[in-house]
């Protein structure tokens, strides 16, 4: 079964809003396990409106319409929908009067805005949708096998009732198989890259499904299946998770909604391990996606967000001399940075990250984006040496995420 | 002159990722005062993609397509552009070589994946988009007096080839008004407080029209106005801004563009005043918006994640007296940390946080969501106490939000 999406509002075309509704739509409807082929968005027009709806029930099994049912002249849904479906409006005397309670309730006896009469008027033979939250219920309109659903465009009532009544609703129609998904994260290694590990997973793909999601460094394979149950689904998946698993070990860092921060606590916790944190370029990003995760005081002891080379020798030890001869993005300050941090906090691990973040300060030797990261710990310290291209935030963001998976390479 | 927007990508009618792009797009388009009349989302599918593209080339005048141009299989845009217009693709040699050139220079000689070469294919008589941060360039096509705008689906792609590129071709085929719009950025204050002040205005907006949007505590107004030159539009808008500036002057923080982080980074840095920080529950998250300014090393010396108590005294000073009798979170130890920062740096300015950002450790006297925060200078040390709702990240960016407001006032 095909649902489409139709998100009506002017607002909407303009950028001033994120279209959230339209999200949570099709992630509820790909979760019943009913399929989206397209969501358009129009403005508050009649004539463009009834066209992408005309065009909609000439492809789709169920339309879903979002906004332009509130009391107001430019609130054109119901009109349309009722010339597109030749249905007459009639109005619904039951919810008249819940409208007319609603403001005598909060504002006296016959508060209603002439306006808002509107609001009880339906395509002729629509089940209600209540809205339990506002003014505007929606309705859902049954037209030759296909289905026209109309909900209001506020968040909060699209949500509530679609979760109460459509959710229903759908289900009932659709043939009861539900989508199985599974998320697979990557750091340190590039789509093309994956893509050809994973080559002929990806040309089989049929059930489950496989595709790639490159963002901000991170690689995401995501497996999709239908199947009758949840349980169905996931053994479905099961065999190909696994295969891609031992393909790809050492890049693989987390599964679903699952981040790097998140699974480098879990590690440092599991392992009773203790972290300082000694931050040049990054300026403090490490530490506050460590201590997004919920109990990370736990491990993380202190950061030092050195961006000073008085700092760094003040605060870290850091050697006057190595700075004078290798200067403060090198291999020799990130080590001594490390091993300082550690030293001074008394922690199992000590991290650095010392680069160049940019625009200014590069060199020919020492180029914006150039970045050394150290993680000290008692056996040991290592060094990475990067060099990426970018603007400053995107340098400190690769720079925070490749510091984050050295720690969760270092606490396998 | 009309736009339409083909957002192509089946994760996008998966909903599990906010389409951001359309927004960005949207907004652009507005600013150059360019109508969006449609906008539709489509799946990776040949056929369906086809049949959007042929439908908006019948309707609208320039079609901006996202997505599609990767490596892989399932990205398909050249291909159906190619075929609805009936242009053949052909190799670009010279995006080739820098593809090719951009894998050398990361992974070493011939490192190119073999899948990569299909980016170098453009639909012949396109104008090559250059991509400043990935390897996917887009291209642009004049066909029968239509124009068809191919750009990656990755944001940051898509944003800085549109900024750099498209927008300069759009605005010189726009021929009519243009939109001027300018917003001022407000902190410390609520929408609705700030709806209340500025009623009068809101009720009366025409030309300018004004609008609010609030998010992550900061409230946004912004006016917009169609004219006929840049000069123009900013005529009406002033007088507008002035009135509200009026009235508004305390929360007020900044126009269009600018960060909280880059007008504070400006007052320190035309004072000449040095700062350091002491963080506790923002855990980096300050010291990261301020070094996210480029040059903020000029005034930024450092900055101390102090999430045990040991650390609060070791590095800054706290009294073990004070951590007893008051706690860690206290206006006592807030004013300790923030003057043991700034003695410690020997700054002008010592900026400290300490706070509760839950989801655990609250209690009746001190729940999830307090925090202090202290700002030390020469002459005296404030100290400022929050209570706020939310989960950990939202208390995390309010009191990073309120502490960087902090520092603003103060340095007026």
Known sequence: MRAELIMVGTELLLGEIVDTNATFLARKLADLGIDVFYKSTVGDNLERVSRVLLEALGRSDIVIMSGGLGPTDDDLTREIVSEVTKRELVVDEGVLKEIEDWFAERYGHSAMPAHNRKQALFPSGSQIIPNPVGTA????LDNDGKMVIALP??????????????????????????????????????????EEILADLLSEQANPTLALYASGGTVRVRMAVKADTETAGLELIEPVEREIRSRTGDYLYGIDGETLEQVVAERLLDKRLTLALAESCTGGLVGHRLTNVPGSSAFLNRGYVVYSNQAKMEDLGVKQATLDSFGAVSEQTAREMAEGARLRAKTDMGLAITGIAGPGGGTAVKPVGLVYMSLASSGDTIVQRHLWKGTREQIKNRAALMALRLLWQATK
Request: charged share 15%.
């Open 153 to 194: 465009g506020v968040s909060r009532e699209l949500k509530a009732m679609f979760t109460a009544s459509v959710a229903p609703i759908l289900a009932k129609r659709s043939s009861g198989q539900v989508l199985v998904t599974r998320n697979l994260h990557f750091a340190g290694i590039g789509e093309s890259s994956l």
């Open 137 to 140: 219920p929606g309705f859902c």
